[in-house]
């Protein structure tokens, strides 16, 4: 019987003995750099590869990204410039300087910006009547064809993101002149925030919680649920916060949080009322064994021993082909217990515990405590010379919150 399988092709020899590059089994030449195989033509064209590898060669083994040879400024296309841009953020996903949410952000929006001016068309011919006719594009019908147009805070974002990507462009001397944009494409105004912030309380309420369904919350809530509810109301905790607590951070002897807020890295202090510090005890009593050595260290983990909130970047970034997959279990546990409790409205979720806590602890005027507490950085000179807030001035603020809910 005849085999149908392709036999592999023999690989070449060196074209002679100081030839740096060495033959790869998918017919092409390769060499390894810093750990990690580059490819640069095919066995069929030795010198050619072996040119791409000089013009590459100094920025490889320094731990650089070459610039494409096709990147000149006056052959610059809008996919090479988003391709380039996506690539920066991503390694600045993985120096930890910006989360995986906002590399998909800018990954969507740079999808739509490539295929509403064309992938292929050169970045110098973009004027600002494009930038125009995009930013009505994003008001009518979104990031998606056919799709709900953004809102005000989308469309910042939006904005941002070209803006910032045009301007890295340059930066990086892609480009040899600014993008002109026009006043077209300028982000909303303040004023324009502030409206759309008061229509969306006219159609879905504040973003508040009422100290009732706080209460039946707690009350409904199975483990870990209940401690995380309350660290919300007690301490201003958001979602990432609850899924990235560490264990060294909990004294529940001296019924105190001591951690670093993971979007900001400031430090903060949260006085534990004798309510949360029961649920936290039970939590990490009942807390299942962790699928993975690096979330030994978590207090909050899903039944599989994964942390709450998890995200993932698949990698083929030079293609284009950045995804982010997020698993929010708070927020998907939560939104099943509002449910429940029939209390679920539009735009209000977990995070409403941390609207809830600062509007309550704002009657106590200790702005700094607050700020303390919340993670949040102490505004201007004052965030230089305050060293340190007494635990007292903090224990005031959390008991004043406990109070309002349990009045």
């Known amino acids: 019987m005849p085999s149908h399988r392709r036999k592999r092709r023999e690989k070449p020899a060196k074209p002679y003995p100081s030839f740096p590059l060495t033959a790869h089994n998918n017919g092409q030449w390769c060499k390894k750099i810093r750990g990690r195989i580059h490819f ?35 052959a610059l296309t809008v996919k090479d410039v988003c391709n380039e841009y996506l690539t920066h953020q991503f390694r600045k996903v993985e120096a930890g300087e910006i989360g995986p949410r906002w590399l998909e952000d800018c990954r969507r929006v740079a999808e739509c910006f490539a295929a509403f001016m064309g992938k292929s068309r050169l970045v110098e011919d973009i004027r600002p009547d494009d930038f125009q ?80 369904e706080v209460r039946a919350m707690i009350e409904k809530a199975g483990i870990p ?41 400031i430090e903060r202090v949260i006085p534990l009322w004798d309510e949360t510090a029961q649920a936290l005890r039970e939590s990490l009593t009942q807390r299942p064994k962790p699928a993975s050595r690096e979330h030994e260290d978590l207090v909050f983990l899903t039944t599989f021993g994964r942390p709450w909130l998890r995200q993932r970047v698949d990698r083929e970034v030079h293609e284009g082909n950045v995804r982010v997959v997020t698993v929010d279990a ?6 099943k217990l509002l449910k429940k409790l029939g209390v679920a409205r539009k735009g209000v979720g977990f995070y409403a515990l941390r609207h809830t806590f600062r509007t309550w602890a704002d009657e106590t005027k200790d702005q700094h405590a607050i700020h303390r507490i919340m993670g949040q950085e102490i505004p201007g000179m004052s965030g230089i010379y305050v060293e340190t807030v007494g635990i007292d001035r903090l224990r005031a603020v959390t008991d004043h919150v406990h109070d309002w809910l349990y009045q």
């Open 133 to 212: 006719r995009f930013r009505r594009k994003l008001v009518r019908e979104g990031l998606k064809a056919g799709g709900r147009g953004l809102g005000v805070d989308g469309l910042t974002r939006a904005i941002t993101v070209v803006r910032g990507m045009l301007k890295y462009a340059y930066d990086t001397d892609l480009l040899d002149r600014p993008m002109k944009f026009g006043r077209a494409f300028d982000k909303p105004s303040a004023s324009v925030k502030r409206k759309a912030r008061r229509d969306a309380v006219l159609r879905n309420g504040k973003r508040l919680f009422s100290a009732a």
């Open 330 to 335: 708070v927020r998907q546990e939560f939104h």
């Open 225 to 265: 649920l209940k401690a995380m509810i309350f660290l919300g109301i007690n301490g201003g905790f958001g979602n990432t916060d609850c899924a990235r607590l560490s264990r060294r951070g909990v004294d529940l002897e001296n019924q105190l949080v001591e951690f670093a807020r993971p979007k900001t890295g």
């Open 40 to 74: 640069f033509g095919v066995w069929e064209d030795p010198q050619t590869a072996l040119d791409s590898y000089f013009r590459q060669a100094a920025d490889l083994h320094a731990g650089r990204q070459p610039r494409p040879s096709t990147l000149s400024a006056d």
